[in-house]
């Protein structure tokens, strides 16, 4: 083992612990920002009739899209206000760690995308359906929830809590609905996005800031 390299990732673990309460206070404003937008999205997606394979996708991509984009601004700001370099070792260890899950979720929706594509090739109008309405989306919170749980251990065990929350709910969720079938897909498709990805961040946003502002003031 490379001596400098140990003397670094030592380093990072210690910055990381340092920093795990000042990660956790940062993390309120964006689960809300995301939460809010989550719930918008669901109830955009289900009033607009957003459920053709292809077109639920691209539109929940653009959410996430958007959803990261706000993040990213709101962490960048939180950087330069404490005066500390936004993409650190640290970040970078937390990034690395949510990356595999996040990029299989990423890796389903683009399957969907080249399946609609070939369909459309063959003049085909893919119907929705169970497996991209209900399966995908409980997909994406179980390995959403991985990615949060392993994020989870460079800060409070509260993260890691809420990531096997998202993946005992997506599991929960393959056994109650995954037998769904005609016009329930839709609601089950949209509720289940807007209940995971909208409310359940809104409310361990507002819980993050509550119990922060209670630490403050003792």
């Not at 990356?99 to 990423?106: H, M, N, S, W, Y």
């Amino acid at each position: 083992m490379e001596p400098n390299w140990a003397a670094e990732h030592l380093q990072v673990i210690r910055t990381l612990m340092e920093r795990s309460a000042l990660y956790r206070r940062a993390l309120a404003p964006i689960m809300i920002l995301a939460g809010s937008i989550g719930i918008v999205a669901a109830a955009a997606g289900y009033y607009f009739s957003i459920v053709q394979p292809v077109s639920f996708v691209i539109y929940w991509f653009s959410i996430g899209a958007a959803a990261v984009c706000g993040a990213f601004l709101m962490s960048r700001r939180q950087a330069w206000q404490q005066s500390e370099p936004f993409w650190s070792p640290p970040t970078r260890r937390v990034a690395q760690a949510m990356l595999p899950a996040l990029f299989a979720g990423f890796a389903l929706g683009a399957l969907v995308l080249l399946s609609g594509a070939s369909a459309a090739a063959r003049e085909q109008a893919p119907a929705p359906n169970r497996i991209v309405l209900v399966c995908l989306p409980l997909a994406w919170v179980i390995l959403y929830g991985c990615a949060i749980h392993a994020a989870g251990f460079f800060m409070q065990r509260g993260m890691r809590l809420f990531g096997w929350g998202m993946v005992l709910g997506g599991s929960g969720g393959f056994l109650a609905l995954g037998t769904q079938t005609g016009p329930g897909l839709v609601v089950a498709g949209f509720g289940i996005m807007g209940f995971f990805f909208g409310a359940l961040h809104l409310a361990y946003g507002i819980y993050l800031y509550f119990t922060e502002q209670r630490r403050n003031d003792a």
